[in-house]
């Protein structure tokens, strides 16, 4: 008992990641609450690319790193078209990235990336990160990691990072839902309450 | 030394992934943490924890290390070396 005990949280249903073992650099830089988030040229499930300046009548983005094969990501997929469906009319449109490199991850390719799109009637653009390295810049450590950003003085400025809500596992038991909540104040002209959250994800595999 | 396996698999999957890979691996025991609301108890493992797994926590008395990341049977053994076992 008085031995040295060593507890290892692992995520056994991401079987890869737990047993290929790669020690992750976990980045603790990348963008806080109030920092200006930059844009990026990324390519699109559908061949095009995509920029965050392409959009010019947009209050914002909702700025998602997700991707195929996290069961944490899966589970949040319908939230996602959700949000997007009620939040793009309004001006925040959802932009989901896939982070993981797809030689360090199986199912994680530009083809796998349609597929799921396809599959899974994405109503946002679905990007292929490759060697540009976006989630670094804006800190994202694992999926989902949401950001929010909204444009001010020309400027995309980050309004919360987190996750979509406070149940990521099961959406039948959301009682908080984070992303909304900021959405629904920003819309309103109010200060977020809760600006930035934790919860269970894969970390990106890079 | 004690290692304590912690899944954060799915509850519903536990039949269908969570087992068949325990047995696969022939671990002998895996607590499957079903608590909801990560966002109140993740910062109770570690203030400097995102939520991103594979996760570790090393502690022994007072002395304490978390890592974000999974480890390999070398850099286990690196990451023990100041520890009176």
Redesign the interface.
């Known amino acids: 008992m008085k031995?040295?005990?060593?507890?290892?949280?692992?995520?056994?249903?991401?079987?890869i990641?737990?047993?290929a073992?790669?020690?992750?650099n976990?980045d603790?830089s990348g963008y806080k609450v109030g920092d200006t988030a930059m844009d990026f040229s990324l390519k699109n499930v559908d061949e095009n690319r995509v920029s965050l300046s392409d959009y010019r009548n947009t209050k914002g983005f909702i700025i998602a790193f997700t991707c195929n094969t996290c069961?944490f990501s899966q589970?949040n997929e319908g939230r996602l078209i959700a949000i997007d469906q009620k939040y793009k009319e309004q001006g925040y449109p959802v932009i989901a990235i896939n982070p993981n490199d797809s030689n360090a991850k199986d199912g994680e390719s530009f083809a796998a990336m349609q597929k799921r799109a396809r599959q899974k009637h994405f109503t946002f653009p679905y990007l292929y990160e490759g060697d540009q390295k976006v989630h670094e810049i804006y800190g994202a450590?694992?999926t989902p990691?949401i950001y929010l950003l909204n444009k001010e003085k020309g400027e995309l400025i980050v309004k919360y990072i987190?996750?979509i809500d406070?149940?990521?596992?099961?959406a039948s038991?959301v009682?908080e839902k984070?992303l909304e909540n900021a959405l629904d104040a920003l819309l309103a002209g109010n200060p977020i309450k809760v600006t930035s959250?934790?919860?269970?994800?894969?970390?990106?595999k890079s | 030394?004690?290692?304590?396996?912690?899944?954060?698999?799915?509850?519903e999957?536990m039949e269908s992934?969570?087992i068949p890979?325990?047995k696969e691996?022939k671990l002998e025991s895996?607590i499957l943490?079903d608590a909801?609301?990560?966002?109140s108890w993740?910062?109770k493992?570690d203030e400097?924890?995102?939520?991103?797994?594979?996760?570790?926590?090393?502690?022994?008395k007072g002395q304490r290390d978390f890592y974000?990341?999974?480890?390999?049977y070398s850099?286990?053994k690196a990451a023990?070396t100041d520890?009176d076992?």
Not at chain 2, 1 to 11: A, C, N, Q, R
């Open positions: 031995k040295l005990a060593v507890l290892a949280i692992l995520a056994l249903l991401v079987i990641s737990v047993f073992l790669s020690t992750i976990f603790k069961p589970a450590v694992k990691h987190g996750a406070d149940s990521a596992r099961n038991n009682d984070f959250t934790k919860a269970i994800g894969c970390s990106i | 030394m004690k290692v304590i396996f912690v899944s954060l698999d799915f509850p999957q992934k969570l890979f325990v691996r895996v943490l909801p609301k990560s966002n993740i910062p493992v400097s924890w995102s939520g991103a797994i594979p996760a570790t926590l090393i502690y022994k974000e990341n999974g480890f390999d850099s286990l023990l520890y076992l």
